[in-house]
């Protein structure tokens, strides 16, 4: 049995299916990575199982670190637009082998995960409340 070239295997996907970024791929595989090891998965010998749900939370929290305040954008950018686009990703890399299923995985395990501008921009943004009580708060004098 020959084993399956990363690189190859990719370059056939994109030529086929243009929807979404070379760099959406890598990022799903180091964000699989990321969740791995946050969930305590990543044993050397075995492959441990990570539901949907699971790695949509993890690619949130790898996107936030790597890219901050602009993870919407270089997303957006790549072509991923919602978790259902994660999702689509996912499942294209198990039709080429690249990735692995269990029989109740589905792409419907990321449909509705979380809203992008929420879970990607809303932890940077500062209410306008808050920027109001700032400006009304007395300082301390020094």
């Known amino acids: 049995m020959q084993a399956i070239n990363f690189e190859e295997t990719l370059e056939r996907i994109l030529q086929s299916d243009s929807r979404y970024h070379r760099n959406a791929y890598l990022f799903l595989r180091e964000g699989l990575d990321h969740t791995h090891k946050k969930l305590g998965k990543d044993g050397k010998d075995v492959i441990q199982h990570v539901t ?83 400006l009304l708060e007395p300082k301390p004098q020094a």
Do not use: N
């Open 52 to 134: 949907g749900q699971e790695l949509l939370a993890g690619l949130r929290e790898y996107a936030l670190q790597q890219f901050g305040p602009m993870a919407m954008m270089v997303l957006d950018e790549w072509g991923v637009r919602r978790c259902e686009d994660w999702g689509e990703i996912v499942f294209i890399m198990i039709e080429h082998s690249l990735l692995a299923k269990t029989d109740t995985d589905s792409r419907e395990d990321f449909a509705g995960g979380y809203d992008f501008f929420e879970a990607l921009r809303q932890p940077f943004c500062v209410s306008s409340s808050k920027i109001a009580q700032d």
